[in-house]
T-cell receptor, first 114, second 113 residues
Framework: AQSVSQHNHHVILSEAASLELGCNYS??????LFWYVQYPGQHLQLLLK??????LVKGIKGFEAEFIKSKFSFNLRKPSVQWSDTAEYFC????????????FGKGTHLIIQP | KAGVTQTPRYLIKTRGQQVTLSCSPI?????VSWYQQTPGQGLQFLFE???????NKGNFPGRFSGRQFSNSRSEMNVSTLELGDSALYLC????????????FGSGTQLSVL
């Protein structure tokens, strides 16, 4: 069975700081990888996804993530965070054929202090 | 374009009762997935429907069931409710499913007393 581990449950940063949220997964085969975000009072929405090709993927709002197959990791990064990035971030995975539902990590609650 | 609509927004039930939740996907989407979100377990996959057929199923007991209609609307049913079923139930729609981008609804908050 797949599993996803997000190392940081709560992260507090100041505006303009750099961000890196860790995500590791366990699955032996080909995977699709996702980062979803939930802003306060809003529903979950996709930040970015990796299916194949360039392991460095760029998403909305200046976010990017790098797929490192050898480390089973898909860390989320942003060079300079803004107060509006305060949200809950979820890493998710499913098998490469997409033949199953998403397995989510427990989430990271990110707070950006102005 | 309207988003994913889930009704009702809140529900309060007692143990032993059953409940039905409804989800209307984005127009044109044929895949509907259901997830349970709790503080302790996080987001867990329940099942996915595509063109009225259950395509995938998570690791939940048979008390949890669902169906999809010809217009792609979906319902989820939980029978013999238990206290542990209290959760936010999220519906997500996609075009062809199979791991592509999902659009989530706001969820139905179920409280079992």
């Amino acid at each position: 069975a797949q599993s996803v581990s997000q190392h940081n449950h709560h992260v507090i940063l100041s505006e303009a700081a750099s961000l890196e949220l860790g995500c590791n997964y366990s699955y032996g085969g080909t995977v699709n990888l996702f980062w979803y975000v939930q802003y306060p009072g809003q529903h979950l929405q996709l930040l970015l996804k990796y299916f194949s090709g360039d392991p460095l993927v760029k998403g909305i709002k200046g976010f990017e993530a790098e797929f490192i197959k050898s480390k089973f990791s898909f860390n989320l990064r942003k060079p300079s965070v803004q107060w509006s990035d305060t949200a809950e971030y979820f890493c998710a995975v499913n098998s490469g054929g997409g033949a199953d539902g998403l397995t989510f990590g427990k989430g990271t609650h990110l707070i950006i202090q102005p | 374009k309207a988003g994913v609509t889930q009704t009702p927004r809140y529900l309060i039930k007692t143990r032993g009762q059953q409940v039905t939740l409804s989800c209307s996907p984005i127009s044109g989407h044929r895949s509907v997935s259901w997830y349970q979100q709790t503080p302790g377990q996080g987001l867990q996959f329940l099942f996915e429907y595509f063109s009225e057929t259950q395509r995938n199923k998570g690791n939940f007991p048979g008390r949890f069931s669902g169906r999809q209609f010809s217009n792609s609307r979906s319902e989820m049913n939980v029978s013999t409710l238990e206290l542990g079923d209290s959760a936010l139930y999220l519906c997500a729609s996609g075009g062809t499913g199979s791991g592509e981008k999902l659009f989530f609804g706001s969820g139905t908050q179920l409280s079992v007393l």
